[in-house]
């Protein structure tokens, strides 16, 4: 299996726990608390980031331990060489730095996305669709980002440039016309590749989401849409020409600062926001699906599910499991009873959660 | 449990860049130990610095005399002009003893959100030596951090106008850098900026 031989030493509520002989299927199961997601939100960190809870370091390590904490696990590539040893963590001393290690040597967070890509779906993540546009943007930029890590620095960039500009818009004085000319060049040159980014990836995802049926999941339709022009020739131009309005709002009207991702339930032409909770929740599903289908070309895939299964009817969870077992990322769900996984369990590496422990029971 | 002078020159040196506590208490008593020789020497040598320490009134470089021993050096290019945020990157630019010209340095760079803003930089003193005359290149040698990158586009439109050829540092590959270990944005910065070959 991609991912085994998992060890999870001071993190969140787990003083060590260890996890052998995993299988397609890994089901972690326990009440509300014992540590379940911890698990998952530990094989996050074999991605890039800041994991499933987008928490800091420091929160990550047991209270009452070192202050450090250590993850790692034996990545297999099915290609008949030797598997690959993957770690990440804190020591005690610099509990806000993350170390990584490949193979024993140190290696950069970014270095762990060309090993294996890891997708995740939380139910934190299930009003995504009502949320604010400033959430689905961060969203599909975390896509977007494992495909291409070059992302993540536009990203960074741009929202530095905008809010450098906003604070020239915003001062008492009317601002010097040559350091505006100075940053929206930083703003065209880092918003065109961000937009073009974004593009991309939500063609590449409504490529893959075509191939899908609409039954039982309903399908998603998904709309980049432009906050600004996209080419940055033309963003430079607009920003400049609308420098007289934006110091009226005092803040910057255009750009990809101001991207939408609209999302229409495919067969009834329905914005998702105004889908029921569980179409919404089969959308998610399927964009995290045909999002994990893209990241794991070429490379081993792992996919997250917290909680998944309790929100689906026995129809479209079965649906979920033939779409699960079909592809071929490794898969890890959470859950408070086994029931809802019957269908899976006979095939499943089972393991019962109970208060930072885990005990094999399947 | 030390003086409470001891303790002072101590906790002094801790806050020196690279230092910190432990390695200061060690500096201390190393420099206890070797009291008439390092130590007195140590201490003639920061006491001369602090007496005669100025900065330099043409370039903004700190140095013992103004003008500084670059700008008052007759074997540099007066046609040259490199402008660099600080003192630091001058120092480092003319350790490698490549650029020839003479210097200026701005001071910091432009953020908006740090209030730094163009008159808090040395940029009209730059453009007195701009109308002063005399100088046909001037090099950009900003960071290549977003705020430098905006720094060295608003003086390179500033001195628009000025008959002067106005030059950047080159982006992208590092010497000695292997292709296939940089990344895509550093890769497309090295593409861009490609040259014919000599």
Redesign the interface.
Known sequence: MPIDRVTLSHFRNHTESQLDGTRHFNLLVGENGAGKTNVLEALSLFAPGRGLRRAALVEMAKSGGTGGFAVSALLDCRDGSDPVRLGTGTRSDRPGRRLVQINGANASAIGLGEWLATSWLTPAMDGLFTDSAGARRRYIDRLALALDPGHARHASRYETALRERNRLLDGEMEPDSSWMDAVETQLASHGSSLAAGRATLVEQLTSELSLLPDHPFARPALTYVAGGPVEQGELARELRLQRMRDRAARRTLTGPHRDELEVLMAGKQMPAASCSTGEQKAMLIAITLAHAELAARGRPGMLLLDEVAAHLDPVRRMALFERLRAGEAQVWMTGTELAPFDAIAGEAAVWRVISGRVERAG | MASQEIETLASALARLPGLGPRSARRAVLWLVKRRETALAQLVGALVEVQEKLVECAVCGNVDTRDPCGICADPRRDQRALCVVEDVADLWALDRAKLFTGRYHVLGGR????EGV??EDLTIDKLIGRMEAGGIDEVVLAMNAT??G??????IA??LEGYPVRITQLAHGLPVGGELDYL???TL?QALRARRPMA
Do not use: V
Not at chain 2, 110 to 113: G, I
Not at chain 2, 149 to 154: D, G, L, N, R, V
């Open positions: 432009l953020s908006a959100l803003r163009p977003l705020e990158q905006t720094t060295a586009h608003y439109e500033r990344d895509e944005g497309a």
